[in-house]
């Protein structure tokens, strides 16, 4: 099989011209390298950008005790990948192999220089994007050792996967290899799971919180700075806002607690967004609106969870839970939906080792040939139906209703109705699930008859209904009865005066019951639970900001 780093060569390592060399010689710096200079190392953060004027940069990945060649840049070209726009570690080391000399540049300056130029942008940033692409498939001295039947593994392995984290994956039971390398670290087999860092430094089953902290993941946040705006969520309504306002010249800094791409990000297919006739993978639409807000200078920090908003002091206070406070003059509530829970007794004992709320590759990997269940009948359940159906043996569609006519997208249906190996069954619910450490089988009950069924199988994919992610607003912001932000047109006269609105006009489309504070996408009362409306949005909720701007 061809090594992916020598696919789309041309693309991946191309060389400038004199004219674009030029260009990025105005905002750097000529300077001489001599043979062997380390110029960037493993894990560094904020590294500098080297166009090679004369000689050879080799860029080597660490593992280990070794070093596992890459590639060598010559004159014409140039060093980075995606970590260039934002504050993440470099994965990869850079060396002069041959004295030369190289243009200089700092992150600032390429990221001007990459929204000033529309040529050197193009460039530049398909080359990051190939760069990074190619990186995840060349193995990283970040070694996962988990379980196939532990949550806590799933947990992680979705978290580096979704965030682009290159890592080395190794299970407990599959590979005879492990238990030496926990026995080398004095780690028991209990302990799982466990990440083994850069130097050997390990990580005993870590929080997303201190993983992303670990990984320069979640930023570098100062609680004195005073944002024009906070975006909670890194949804499609939330990145789609970071873009706008970022490409408009607010400073921007977007929060989420997980990985950019909300729920949409761990859809395996989305073929109904416009632009993309072939569809696409929820996580590759997030990876590209991520690079996109932060080529604008949007600071997108993952791994940190929002607990409170202080909507009474001016500037806004939203607080961390970690304890760290951060101000802002106007704050845009992307936070979305999650999943609702079953209500089964033993659900909490499966989840994660059976019971599953996405179905991107990672959980797919664990059904192979297997039958699975799908409960809901959304869009989303049938991407994971249709895209289960590749793997496993048989896919059971249970819906409480009697079709999927009223819930679904008309594509979905004709591919389900027309799959052999999917079976979709109306006004069932499941009522037992049943297991040791792992899933073993369901039972599911017509709501009609009453019927009982048991099958023996070990995967459940629940994306039924849907509750939006508001905790952390109660008591501050107007809520409807379930729990949706409500803003704009609802909110009325009565809503207002118990908010205590100050302002002669009424909200804006999108604002809520607190002037400067709005809400876009699923979280949003009477929103359209679609990837297209949420980007929507989230691009016209920054022309409001940008009018509260002048009244705050």
Not at 43 to 69: A, C, H, K, S
Not at 223 to 231: M, N, Q, Y
Request: hydrophobic share 40%; glycine share 10%.
């Amino acid at each position: 099989m061809a090594n992916p780093m020598m696919a789309r060569s041309a693309q991946m390592f191309p060389e400038l011209t004199d004219a674009q060399i030029a260009r990025v010689s105005l905002v750097g710096k000529r300077r001489e390298i001599t043979a062997g200079e380390l110029l960037f190392d493993l894990g560094e953060q904020n590294t500098r950008f080297f166009v090679v004027l004369e000689g050879t940069i080799e860029v080597v990945l660490p593992v280990g005790d070794r070093e596992q060649p890459i590639v060598v840049h010559g004159p014409r070209q140039f060093t980075g990948e995606i970590n260039m726009l934002s504050a993440r570690r470099s994965l990869v080391r850079g060396r002069v192999k041959e004295a030369g000399a190289v243009i200089s540049v700092d992150r600032q300056d390429l990221r001007l220089l990459v929204q000033r130029d529309s040529e050197l942008s193009e460039i530049l940033l398909r080359a990051f994007i190939l760069r990074r692409v190619a990186l995840l498939s060349e193995g990283s001295d970040l070694v996962l050792v988990g379980s196939q039947h532990s949550a806590n593994t799933l947990r992680i392995r979705e978290f580096l996967s979704r965030n682009g984290q290159p890592f080395v994956y190794q299970d407990v039971e599959t590979d005879p290899s492990v238990q030496a390398m926990l026995d080398s670290f004095h780690i028991g087999v209990s302990e799982v799971p466990v990440i083994v860092c850069q130097g050997g430094h390990v990580l005993k089953n870590p929080s997303l919180e201190s993983l992303a902290d670990k990984l320069g993941l979640a930023g570098t946040l100062d609680s004195k700075e005073l944002r024009d705006v906070i975006i909670v969520g890194a949804g499609p309504a939330g990145l789609a806002a970071a873009v706008y306002g970022a490409s408009e010249g607010l400073d921007v800094l977007v929060l989420d607690s997980t990985a950019a791409g909300g729920q949409a990000g761990t859809s395996s297919r989305i073929e109904n967004y416009l632009g993309f006739p072939t569809g696409i993978s929820g996580q590759a639409l997030a990876g590209r609106a991520r690079t996109q807000a932060e080529k604008f200078g949007a600071e997108i920090a993952v791994g940190r969870n929002v607990v409170r908003l202080d909507c009474d002091s001016r500037p806004y206070r939203i607080f961390l839970a970690d304890g760290q406070e951060l101000r802002t003059r106007t704050i845009i509530v992307a936070t979305g939906v999650q999943y609702r829970r079953l209500d089964l007794p033993m659900l909490g004992r499966f989840e994660g080792v059976g019971v599953f709320y996405s179905a991107t590759h990672l959980e797919g990997q664990l059904c192979q040939g297997e039958e699975v269940v799908v409960v809901g009948g959304g869009n989303s359940a049938g991407q994971a139906a249709v895209f289960l159906s590749q793997l496993a043996s048989h896919v059971h569609v249970l819906v409480r209703g009697p079709g999927l006519a009223e819930s679904m997208s008309r594509y979905l249906i004709q591919r389900i109705d027309s799959s052999p190996n999917i079976t979709l069954r109306t006004r069932r619910a499941i009522d037992d699930l049943q297991g040791d450490d792992h899933l073993q089988s369901v039972r599911w009950r017509h709501l009609d008859t009453g019927e009982q069924e048991t099958r023996p199988i070990r995967n459940v994919f629940s994306m039924t209904g849907a509750d939006p992610n508001t905790d952390w607003l109660a008591g501050c912001l107007l809520l409807d009865d379930k729990k949706f932000v409500k803003t704009g047109v609802d909110l009325q006269p009565e809503d207002l005066k118990a908010a205590g609105w100050r302002l002669p006009r009424r909200p804006y489309l999108m604002e809520t019951s607190i002037p400067g504070v709005f809400c876009v996408g699923d979280a949003r009362a009477n929103s359209v639970k679609r990837v297209a409306s949420a980007v929507g949005e989230g691009s016209i909720c920054v022309q409001l900001v940008h009018r509260a701007l002048q009244e705050l």
